[in-house]
């Protein structure tokens, strides 16, 4: 079966750091991804990790540890405009399918 | 070009009528996908096209109907729906996978389809 658990609400507040937490069990599993997604819009691709450690790309990083089957997202300085929806989302090799968490709903206050 | 171009962006539909939303890459992409997303929940997967072939079909009811014309274009014809299709409808292209690893997906900006 195919389970992704990650947080359904976050706040934190403009300028700070905030964690988004994911765990998977999923079969197949090949790597994964973290998409973002305003309200209304399509997600986007924010990373992909497929080997364990740290991903670092501007503010966002992501991490992976394949056998505890976890990841996280960190946004460093966080600014309003990251108020969106953070996808966790695991990736099956046979049939190039992504399986989706629920999504993490980040408000960022001033 | 890293778009894809959904049409129509909205769409009003009786339940007796028949539709078509359409979906268009250029970027070579060879995998193609259809998605469905209420409000507040991730889109679920319906279709997977490789190669112009449906790869997968999670089970979608025979209301939604896929088309690959080419490499570059993918249809969904929809006949009969119920009100509780309504919903965002995500078309995605990638590269084509292999168990190296995965291509990420880009995502169109979705058709809102309601059935009323």
């Known amino acids: 079966g195919q389970n992704i658990d990650q947080p359904t609400e976050m706040t934190a507040t403009e300028g700070a750091i905030v964690q988004i937490n994911c765990t998977y069990q999923t079969s197949g599993f090949n790597g994964l991804f973290w998409y973002q997604q305003h309200a209304g819009e399509a997600p986007t691709f924010l990373s992909y990790n497929v080997l364990d450690g740290l991903e670092e790309k501007g503010r966002f990083s992501s991490f992976l540890s394949r056998s505890k089957g976890y990841s996280y997202l960190l946004l460093k300085e966080l600014q309003m405009k990251d108020s969106a929806s953070y996808l966790c989302?695991?990736?099956?090799?046979?049939?190039?399918?992504?399986?989706f968490g629920g999504g993490t709903r980040l408000m960022v206050k001033p | 070009d890293t778009e894809v171009t959904q049409t129509p962006k909205h769409l009003v539909m009786g339940m007796t009528n028949k539709k078509s939303l359409k979906c268009e890459q250029h970027m070579g992409h060879r995998a193609m996908y259809w998605y469905k997303q209420k409000a507040k929940k991730p889109p679920e997967l319906m279709f997977v096209?490789?190669?112009?072939?449906?790869?997968i079909n999670e089970s979608v009811p025979s209301r939604f109907s896929p088309e690959c014309p080419n490499s570059s274009l993918l249809n969904l014809h929809l006949h009969a729906l119920q009100p509780e299709d309504s919903a965002l409808y995500l078309c995605?292209?990638?590269?084509?996978?292999?168990?190296?690893?995965?291509?990420?997906?880009?995502f169109g900006p979705g058709t809102r389809l309601t059935v009323t």
């Open positions: 989302v695991a990736y099956n090799n046979a049939g190039n399918m992504l399986t």
């Open positions: 096209y490789s190669y112009e072939k449906l790869s």
């Open positions: 995605a292209s990638s590269h084509q996978s292999g168990l190296a690893g995965a291509y990420e997906q880009y």
